[in-house]
């Protein structure tokens, strides 16, 4: 596929990855909010920031959330959800993008998983450093934090979500509070109203 996808060619993809409707719905409509989170923030900042690709990032970055999930949206047996992004890497190979779009899957958990990260924690990942390095990369990663899929789905506040990355180290506060000096925080309470969550 070419790495420039419509939006329909985009939500295609998912559906043919997902395991049933519900998780296609589910990761698809996380993929939406996430770009209209990026997107709000390039509009009331004006970033000299490629946006199309930002969007086009937004809407592929959870695309290995599919494979970890059985039809009835709960997490597969013996499956890590940390390796969505390896797996959203290896479909979006498949597919025939090349490494600028298949990078929006991998290197956009947490705020960075870095080499010590997987060694220390032991994560089931190749050892290897997942750090968003375009302007591009890291607004998809910021925006991502924003909103959780769980039952029921919710906005996560900035201080909801600093507090959450503390628990992994003041070096994640930091990148995370980077991150908000760059792009600024968005307002979630329009988002809201728009999708029906409440903001935690």
């Not at 395991?19 to 296609?24: W, Y």
């Not at 997107?39 to 086009?56: G, S, Y």
């Not at 779009?101 to 956009?108: D, I, L, Q």
């Not at 220390?120 to 934090?145: C, F, N």
Request: proline share 4%; aromatic share 12%.
């Amino acid at each position: 596929m070419a790495d420039s996808p419509t939006i329909d060619e985009i939500q295609a993809l998912h559906k043919k990855y997902a395991p049933s409707d519900g998780v296609s719905d589910l990761v698809w409509e996380h993929c939406c909010i996430v770009a209209d989170i990026a997107m709000q923030l390039i509009e009331n900042n004006n970033f000299d920031i490629d946006a199309d690709l930002v969007k086009t990032g937004c809407l592929l970055h959870d695309i290995g959330v599919h494979p970890l999930f059985d039809a009835s949206g709960e997490l597969r047996t013996g499956v890590s959800y940390i390796t969505h992004g390896t797996e959203g890497e290896a479909i979006l190979k498949k597919e025939g993008f090349t490494e600028m779009m298949w990078r929006f899957a991998s290197h956009h958990t947490g705020v960075g998983l870095t080499r010590k990260d997987i060694v220390s924690q032991k994560l089931p990942l190749p050892v290897d450093d997942y750090l968003a390095e375009s302007d591009e990369e890291l607004l998809v990663m910021y925006a991502d934090k924003f909103h959780s899929k769980t039952t029921p789905p919710y906005f996560n506040s900035y201080e909801w979500y600093k507090k959450r990355v503390a628990e992994f180290g003041d070096d994640k506060v930091f990148k995370f509070e980077a991150m908000a000096k760059k792009f600024g925080k968005p307002e979630l309470e329009p988002l809201s109203k728009k999708y029906g969550f409440k903001i935690r």
